[in-house]
């Protein structure tokens, strides 16, 4: 656009110079005629009458030749003009762009880092899941190791009483508590690894 708008403003400097050498062309006509006319002036005291007619037919459509020329030039003068207006309004139109230019590139870095937010919320939604079902892996981890530490633990405390014999598997014997008294020996408290 600032090239097509730089071309425009040369066509119209162009042309703004175009009808200044014409103005420039006619003025100089005109004094060439003034010049004319004088020396015409000093034939007519010389001349004859076809002298004078002779002298003046080539001169004879002047005023109708500058009537045109001033046409031209208010032709051409209301053709700068709308130009003008035309230029004035693209300008506006150019300004307009470059706003919106800017309101873009604001909207798509806003975009982009709402992509990225939103991004960032998924990967912390994601972890957040994650170490909820870690934490029930845990838990589940954990209360098979306690009831592995205390089946464990009694089965030590039969094999140590004399309950539960080495070769015997611990689903074959009966199971039941130890007497409890003073003179039997203690059941070892519960431990967690």
Same mark, same amino acid.
């Given at each position: 656009?600032?090239?097509?708008?730089?071309?425009?403003?040369?066509?119209?400097?162009?042309?703004?110079?175009?009808?200044?050498?014409?103005?420039?062309?006619?003025?100089?006509?005109?004094?060439?005629?003034?010049?004319?006319?004088?020396?015409?002036?000093?034939?007519?005291?010389?001349?004859?009458? =076809?002298? &004078?007619?002779?002298? @003046? %037919?080539?001169?004879?459509?002047? *005023? +109708?030749?500058?009537?045109?020329?001033?046409? #031209?030039?208010?032709?051409?003068?209301?053709?700068?003009?709308?130009?003008?207006?035309?230029?004035?309004?693209?300008?506006?139109?150019?300004?307009?762009?470059?706003?919106?230019?800017?309101?873009?590139?604001?909207?798509?870095?806003?975009?982009?880092?709402?992509? =990225?937010? &939103?991004?960032?919320? @998924? %990967?912390?939604?994601?972890?957040? *899941? +994650?170490?909820?079902?870690?934490?029930?892996? #845990?838990?589940?981890?954990?209360?098979?190791?306690?009831?592995?530490?205390?089946?464990?633990?009694?089965?030590?405390?039969?094999?140590?009483?004399?309950?539960?014999?080495?070769?015997?598997?611990?689903?074959?014997?009966?199971?039941?508590?130890?007497?409890?008294?003073?003179?039997?020996?203690?059941?070892?408290?519960?431990?967690?690894?």
């Amino acid at each position: 656009m600032a090239h097509e708008q730089q071309k425009k403003s040369l066509e119209e400097e162009f042309e703004k110079i175009r009808l200044s050498l014409q103005v420039d062309t006619l003025t100089f006509q005109n004094r060439s005629l003034r010049d004319r006319a004088k020396r015409f002036e000093e034939a007519l005291r010389k001349s004859t009458d =076809e002298q &004078i007619v002779d002298a @003046l %037919a080539p001169y004879k459509h002047i *005023e +109708e030749d500058l009537k045109s020329l001033k046409e #031209v030039l208010e032709m051409k003068n209301q053709q700068i003009h709308q130009q003008e207006l035309k230029i004035s309004e693209l300008e506006k139109i150019a300004e307009k762009n470059v706003y919106l230019e800017e309101k873009l590139q604001v909207l798509q870095q806003q975009n982009e880092d709402l992509k =990225e937010r &939103i991004d960032k919320n @998924l %990967a912390v939604s994601q972890l957040t *899941e +994650e170490n909820a079902n870690l934490q029930v892996h #845990v838990e589940k981890e954990s209360k098979e190791k306690k009831r592995l530490s205390r089946t464990n633990e009694e089965l030590l405390w039969r094999l140590q009483t004399g309950e539960l014999s080495p070769n015997m598997s611990p689903t074959s014997s009966p199971v039941h508590h130890p007497p409890s008294g003073p003179g039997s020996p203690a059941r070892p408290h519960s431990y967690h690894q």
